[in-house]
């Protein structure tokens, strides 16, 4: 078992939260792990990438070398972009449809929805709508993590337990809030994919 | 045991505590702020009290750092490799004073720059001291290496070195702890004379340190972080120091590597095992984070060894950090990329963040300034260096920390009038108050703004030395009370603020101007805990 993810998005959108849920999930399961974060002067509304790879063998580099990840998930649609040299042919990109607009030519939703689209294995998944839904707008990163959650290849009661580990010291409400997110995003893909079991180029949301 | 998920620079500080260091000192700097960090959030270090509190400075850090050895108990001392720079001075001295206790000095350099001035390799600091540097290759090698710099430290009595670089202190993995050790009880140093650097004793402390060299060396050959592998291919050798053997070893995935390998994890260099690597091959490849140290030792002047590829010949690039890729191309592997990055993609610089009370003073300061040509102020390291990029195109220089003070003096001596220094609270108190006192001594006509955000904003909002004081320190130093002014940089103040900076701008004196209003991050996480509560 090995998996190489790129998380990515803006300083400040809560990347590395997804990260530590993935790495405790992967703990649970006693793989190797290894992930790489930014911090410093990106984390000031910069673009954010980290570098998470999992593997039940020893795992060398804490970089993964381009075009070998199997996953790129962004919690913002330009960011996803920032990354395809580091995925591989048949990776997956599963990003979040809302823009984060802090920089002044940020460019048309429409364009960068068809660069999307030409990646074969691609999901656009409305966190935001998703999160809204369920009562909880400040957990759209989790919502992600739960859509992304099938192709990471560990089983949900170890995302679950990993959710437990983060939000545990904010109280119950504030795990219990988490995991249904979690749960929203993955049965909103699961649905997506069978469903449409042959066409996962339309877009969600 | 199970594992601790741990950041390289966690899993130093991990180290630290488990090698029963009695205190850690430190200023936050990207890469080196997380270590001190998680010993400020370490319950085992609350309760056995460790000292653990931000100094003023890098100097100050390893001075103290320096003491607590002094008295026979561990220290640990952190900072980023500029940092260095401004601890130079008890930093090279440490080494003739030697240690009673063990001392791990822990600096973290920059490769790529990602958020710093510049990308220089402390292990040239380690030559130029005369004392071993531990480079780890891994999180488990940052807290194993650290565990036994004390030891390495206590044995000959000297400062250890412990060099790490940003991809391994940013990133996680699980490391393996060793057993604890008991704190050190205060034991004052044997000989009266050895922390006394008078040129007598100074002289008889330098012959004891050269004498140790060759012990040194001896420690790195057979240090068990060193290690040389052999290889069936002897076409070709391999030397990676630091994170490079990870990079070697992710290009042969089954681990089986055909060319002899030499891994260099501990200096001064293991000149016998270099020597076998450079003997037994016909060409060898040099993989080093940071600067072609060894290549260029390695080439000497003479040019009459092996072949030797790496940064001098173009085989990787001469500036920024190692990847996989970088390496993987230097072996002659290759490798295939995904699809290239759309055009549409553009660059998302950071910037400050919404409501940062940089970006009204910055609005002020713009409209003051109006009048004038721009190029006339100086500033600083900080978040507010952000002001050099647009929307706010408000800061013309960023140097080093308090630079901003002391060039805008410099350039008052030549008459360019008025000159502005803009430099954080954090900033001012590390290296920019003794700036002010040259411009009191010489009524310099300068206008120094502290944009005071009451916090260490740029590497995470760590304590700042002085919240409070600034205006008491500025005219303690000597500056007059009546050009010593407060203003609160508010978009609703703007008119008061415009106004303010003007009279001081005219002001043909020093003067300073506090712009003082609370970081927004660090003020939304204050009211965040107190909800909480």
């Given at each position: ?205 | ?95 003739l004073t030697g ?90 140093p044997e000989d009266p004379g050895q922390f006394i650097l008078l040129?007598t004793f100074a002289r008889i402390r330098?012959?004891g ?325």
């Amino acid at each position: 078992m090995k998996k190489d993810i790129i998380l990515a998005g803006v300083g400040g959108q809560g990347i590395l939260t997804i990260a530590a849920s993935i790495g405790l999930a992967a703990l649970e399961e006693n793989l190797e792990l290894k992930q790489a974060e930014v911090h410093g002067m990106s984390q000031r509304g910069g673009a954010v990438q980290s570098h998470l790879r999992i593997s039940d063998k020893d795992i060398a580099s804490d970089l993964i070398p381009l075009g070998k990840a199997d996953l790129v998930l962004s919690v913002e649609p330009l960011e996803s972009l920032r990354y395809l040299p580091y995925l591989c042919p048949d990776g997956w990109l599963v990003t979040n449809s809302t823009p984060f607009v802090n920089i002044p030519d940020y460019p048309e939703m429409e364009d960068i929805r068809r660069e999307i689209q030409k990646i074969q294995h691609h999901l656009i998944v409305d966190a935001d709508r998703i999160s809204k839904d369920i009562g909880s707008t400040r957990s759209s990163n989790i919502v992600m993590l739960g859509a992304a959650s099938s192709f990471i290849g560990l089983e949900t009661s170890l995302f679950e337990a990993g959710i437990d580990r983060i939000f545990r010291g904010k109280g119950e409400a504030v795990v219990r809030m988490n995991i249904r997110a979690f749960q929203a995003g993955r049965e909103y893909v699961e649905m997506k994919l069978s469903g449409k079991s042959k066409s996962y180029n339309n877009s969600a949301g | 045991m199970k594992k601790l998920l741990l950041l390289g620079d966690e899993a130093i500080a991990q180290g630290g505590l488990d090698a029963g260091i009695s205190g850690i000192y430190a200023y936050p700097g990207t890469p080196s702020t997380e270590i001190m960090e998680y010993v400020q959030g370490s319950s085992e270090a609350a309760e056995r009290n460790i000292q653990r509190e931000w100094s003023a400075n890098e100097k100050t850090a390893l001075e103290a750092s320096l003491g607590l050895a002094y008295t026979g108990k561990r220290a640990m001392v952190c900072m980023k490799h500029v940092g260095l720079n401004v601890a130079a001075d008890p930093f090279m001295n440490s080494a003739l004073t030697g240690v009673n206790g063990g001392l791990v000095i822990v600096v973290a350099d920059d490769p790529s720059m990602h958020s710093s001035q510049n990308e220089q390799d402390s292990r040239y600091y380690g030559k130029f001291a005369l004392i071993p540097v531990l480079e780890p290759s891994n999180q488990q090698e940052a807290y194993d290496m650290t565990y036994a710099g004390f030891d390495l430290s206590e044995k000959y009595k000297i400062p250890v070195m412990l060099r790490i670089t940003t991809r391994l202190s940013h990133s996680r993995a699980g490391i393996k702890t060793k057993e604890k050790k008991r704190e050190k009880k205060l034991v004052l140093p044997e000989d009266p004379g050895q922390f006394i650097l008078l040129p007598t004793f100074a002289r008889i402390r330098y012959k004891g340190l050269l004498a140790l060299q060759p012990n040194l060396r001896k420690e790195a050959e057979e240090s068990p972080f060193n290690v040389y592998f052999d290889g069936k291919d002897r076409s070709f050798g391999i030397i990676a120091c630091g994170i490079a053997y990870n990079y070697v070893m992710e290009n042969y995935p089954d681990r089986i590597i055909p060319y002899p390998l030499l891994k260099i994890s501990q200096y001064p260099f293991p000149v016998e095992m270099i020597r076998k690597i450079t003997e037994t091959c016909t060409a060898v490849l040099v993989l080093e984070d940071g600067y072609p140290f060894l290549e260029e030792m390695l080439i000497g002047l003479q040019k009459k060894g092996i072949p030797v590829k790496g940064r001098l010949d173009g085989t990787i690039p001469r500036d920024g950090e190692l990847n996989p890729n970088i390496v993987s191309d230097a072996l002659g592997i290759g490798y295939e990329k995904g699809k290239p990055v759309p055009g549409l993609v553009t660059n998302r610089p950071p910037a400050l963040c919404k409501g940062c009370s940089h970006a009204d003073l910055f609005t002020a300061l713009n409209e003051t300034l109006r009048k004038y040509k721009p190029g006339r102020v100086f500033s600083d390291i900080g978040c507010y260096t952000l002001g050099a990029l647009p929307p706010f195109n408000s800061i013309n220089t960023c140097v080093d920390m308090g630079a901003s003070v002391t060039m805008a003096i410099g350039a008052a001596d030549a008459g360019l009038i008025p000159s502005i220094a803009v430099i954080g609270d954090s900033t001012f108190t590390h290296s920019g108050m003794t700036g002010l006192l040259d411009a009191v001594n010489k009524n310099s006509p300068v206008t120094i703004i502290i944009s005071d955000n009451s916090t260490t904003g740029m590497t995470g909002g760590q304590k700042s030395s002085a919240t409070g004081r600034l205006e008491s320190i500025c005219t303690g130093i000597g500056v007059n009370p009546a050009h010593v002014r407060v203003l609160n940089p508010l978009r609703k103040e703007h008119e008061t603020n415009v106004a303010i900076i003007k009279e001081e701008i005219e002001y043909r004196g020093v003067s300073v101007v506090i712009a003082q209003r609370e970081c927004i991050q660090t003020a939304a996480r204050r009211k965040r805990k107190a909800k909480q509560k």
